[in-house]
């Protein structure tokens, strides 16, 4: 099978591999879709934490059961759940399998999806209920902002700004909007808060570059300040920022993910009261929701794809995907 591999920071090469067999426990999927997510955007340029090369990158994917599995048919399209757990450490026994003390996330830890076939643990499987490939491919960064908004405990009518307006933060931004939130997006691209406020009808939409930003959060919530703030940046400078625009008593979750060490003040954060906390990956539970807010017809997915190109091309085009100038919201590789 042609396979894609990530030689090292910036160099990608097609390999010829065996196709894997399934054994006991184990599912062979036919890769028909591939979703191009940060994570891989950042293994490329070489700033990807929990990261070593060569590695096959790719884990938001769409395919079709070569064979049939207990609960699942051979032929049927299927997502999956790519965050390996082991099943017996503190997180697991906690119902954290999200943050296994072994995870082993496809396309970072273990080789993931960029080639024609692929196993799972069969215990990772999502039915695709009729749903597209595209919508499949999909699930996986929808959850994460799902998993997001419910670390948040988002309620109706808060208001929660959405630091970061690119796939995840559009995905955060549905997700607080379905919990019934008030939603802010606030990034440094206007290509992506024009994308929010046309396409997702988001209401509130800040420039992070403008020099009014905290004065005009405050216009928004009526003097009160967000009461939750989510960060899908990964942007040191960002999370750093963001402390200031949290209103007493709030919440701010980092979903967004970086190298270095976050500084905030104390005293600032203390009078407040505030609540940080991390959202790392996402459980069955957020894939459902994600599903069902599909099927239910709440969230339109397909919207965000921006580039589709074919598997034979991902080399080619792939470092262009770094470059905001070409507006890419989501890249999608198609496999026949």
């Not at 990158?57 to 079709?64: N, Q, R, T, V, Y």
């Not at 339109?300 to 991902?314: D, E, G, M």
Request: proline share 5%; charged share 15%.
């Amino acid at each position: 099978m042609n396979t894609l591999v990530c030689l090292e920071p910036g160099q990608f090469s097609y390999e010829d591999r065996a196709v894997p067999v399934a054994q006991e426990g184990q599912a062979l999927l036919r890769i028909r879709r591939i979703g191009i997510c940060g994570t891989d955007l950042h293994a490329y340029e070489g700033t990807q934490p929990f990261f070593a090369y060569p590695r096959v990158l790719g884990h938001e994917l769409a395919g079709e059961l070569v064979a049939a599995v207990p609960g699942f048919e051979a032929g049927e399209a299927v997502t999956f759940i790519p965050y390996f757990n082991c099943g017996t450490c503190i997180a697991c026994r906690s119902g954290l399998p999200n943050c296994c003390t072994h995870i082993n996330v496809c396309g970072v830890h273990s080789d993931g999806g960029m080639g024609e076939y692929l196993l799972v643990p069969t215990t990772s499987l999502i039915h695709g209920q009729g749903l597209s490939y595209d919508e499949l491919a999909l699930v996986e960064p929808l959850a994460i902002g799902a998993h997001g908004v419910r670390r948040a405990a988002v309620k109706p009518g808060e208001f929660v700004l959405v630091v970061g307006a690119g796939p995840i933060g559009l995905g955060i931004m549905e997700f607080a909007r379905i919990a019934g939130a008030h939603v802010i997006a606030l990034d440094i691209n206007e290509q992506r808060l024009a994308f929010c406020k046309d396409r997702l009808q988001v209401a509130h939409t800040i420039n992070a570059l403008a020099p009014d930003v905290t004065e005009q959060l405050r216009h928004i919530t009526n003097g009160d300040m967000p009461t939750v703030v989510i960060d899908a940046t990964g942007s040191l400078k960002a999370i750093n920022n963001a402390f200031s625009y949290l209103a007493h008593g709030g919440r701010y979750v980092l979903v967004g993910l970086q190298k270095g060490d976050i500084s905030f003040s104390h005293p600032e954060f203390h009078k407040r009261e505030a609540t940080l906390m991390s959202s790392r990956n996402a459980t069955q539970e957020d894939f459902e929701h994600v599903v069902t807010s599909m099927k239910a017809g709440l969230v339109q997915p397909t919207t965000y794809i921006t580039h589709r190109v074919p598997f034979a091309q991902v080399q080619a085009e792939f470092a262009s995907w770094l470059d905001p100038q070409t507006g890419v919201i989501k890249a999608m590789v198609e496999l026949e």
